[in-house]
């Protein structure tokens, strides 16, 4: 009996000693953007939907330890905006994509900057964003165009506190 003790006991200790450490915090980027043609194909939202915003919350995780197979999160809530708020009427229509997502230097229009690509699950279409700063990621359409958004809405993603 006390053997099957001592060997779990013993391996936590090795794992623990041989340098391990957490993975970094991962990145969040949030944004409200309309609900063009572009994001509802991307997103899957139905074109006969009554939209006009979608608020985005991008989730990067980056874990050195396992080799650039990084994933994310990408939660969204769309449909039509709450007047004299920052909401969405019957709170709109909540969904979620997982993926794995990578980084590249652009060598196209924008060279020297970097671009991320979510390649999500099931099949969706990839998702990209040009990089503008350490704190900025901007949706790019599929030919690779930054979206240009109206009056209320950008397509200019912010970062945020993990906290948050």
């Given at each position: ?11 936590l ?7 391990h450490?957490?993975?970094?915090e991962p ?65 709109g ?5 997982t ?19 979510l ?14 700063n ?17 009056a ?5 993603f ?7």
């Amino acid at each position: 009996m006390q053997k099957s003790i001592w060997l779990p006991l013993l391996l936590l200790f090795s794992w623990t000693t041989q340098g391990h450490t957490t993975s970094p915090e991962p990145d969040i980027f949030v944004a409200a953007t309309p609900c063009d043609a572009v994001p509802r194909e991307l997103l899957s939202i139905p074109g006969d939907m009554d939209c006009e915003m979608i608020k985005w919350r991008l989730t990067l995780r980056h874990d050195p330890r396992n080799l650039g197979r990084d994933d994310f999160k990408l939660q969204y809530t769309y449909g039509m905006t709450k007047p004299g708020t920052r909401g969405f009427m019957g709170d709109g229509v909540g969904k979620e994509i997982t993926g794995k997502w990578h980084m590249a230097e652009n060598t196209g229009k924008t060279p020297g900057k970097r671009i991320f690509t979510l390649e999500p699950g099931a099949s969706k279409a990839p998702v990209t964003f040009l990089q503008l700063n350490d704190k900025l990621l901007h949706l790019l359409d599929q030919q690779g165009n930054l979206m240009i958004g109206n009056a209320g809405f950008s397509y200019t993603f912010n970062k945020q506190n993990a906290n948050l």
